[in-house]
Nanobody, 127 residues
Framework: QVQLVESGGGSVQAGGSLRLSCAAS????????MGWFRQAPGKEREGVAA???????SYADSVKGRFTISKDNAKNALYLQMNSLKPEDTAMYYC?????????????????????WGQGTQVTVSS
């Protein structure tokens, strides 16, 4: 079955960096658009970044220029490099795979369109 497992979260001071990883298994990873979402306490889950099967990327304005999404098809891995972290980036971060192969997705694509989710990894940024 499909499995997504995130890692790399932690606690950092403002201005620091973290690299999140998402290991995928159980499906043809490279054919699916992948996304990173985050959810802070009391807030809705929001899209942070997405990468299509062809490698096209999109970012939320709040992270553009600071975060970079990438993937390694050979390793079935998705990454989120987060630089210049801010306290407002504090959230649980989730990776997700779109439910339809070869379907385009963007950072603003509804979470409902993503059929597979990891368990999340916590990112805490202190000021």
């Amino acid at each position: 079955q499909v499995q997504l497992v995130e890692s790399g979260g932690g606690s950092v001071q403002a201005g620091g960096s973290l690299r999140l990883s998402c290991a995928a298994s159980g499906y043809t990873y490279r054919n699916y658009c992948m996304g990173w979402f985050r959810q802070a306490p009391g807030k809705e889950r929001e899209g942070v970044a997405a990468i299509d099967s062809d490698g096209s990327t999109s970012y939320a304005d709040s992270v553009k220029g600071r975060f970079t999404i990438s993937k390694d098809n050979a390793k079935n891995a998705l990454y989120l490099q987060m630089n210049s972290l801010k306290p407002e980036d504090t959230a649980m971060y989730y990776c997700a795979a779109h439910r339809t192969p070869y379907w385009r997705c963007y950072y603003y694509t509804s979470p409902r369109d993503f059929g597979y989710w990891g368990q999340g990894t916590q990112v805490t940024v202190s000021s």
